[in-house]
């Protein structure tokens, strides 16, 4: 099991529904964009080798901005930005 999918099974399991966003009209947005009693919360995912694009990021900052809640878990790692 990779890592994105192993997190979408704990966020489900804690009531979350979590969504892929797979392809959004805008690139480097989250993969995860889970929903739970009124809060959004948007997920970047990487696995152990992966990197955190600079729009990745520029993107976690602009959703922080507008006041959601939205980061990048690395596996092994947990939250690696923002930091």
């Known amino acids: 099991m990779n890592y994105q999918t192993?997190?979408?099974?704990?966020?489900?399991?804690?009531?979350?529904?979590v969504i892929k966003t797979i392809r959004l009209n805008e690139n480097g947005?989250?993969?995860?964009?889970c929903l739970?009693?009124?809060k959004v919360v948007f997920i970047e995912i990487k696995e152990a080798n992966d990197?955190?694009?600079?729009?990745q990021k520029y993107r976690i900052d602009e959703l922080i901005k507008l006041g959601?809640?939205?980061?990048?878990?690395?596996?092994t790692k947990g939250i690696?930005?923002?930091?």
């Open 29 to 33: 947005f989250p993969d995860l964009m």
């Open 6 to 17: 192993k997190v979408m099974n704990e966020m489900k399991a804690e009531g979350w529904k």
């Open 68 to 75: 959601f809640e939205a980061y990048c878990l690395q596996a």
């Open 80 to 83: 690696i930005y923002p930091i």
């Open 36 to 38: 739970k009693n009124g």
């Open 51 to 55: 990197t955190l694009k600079p729009l």
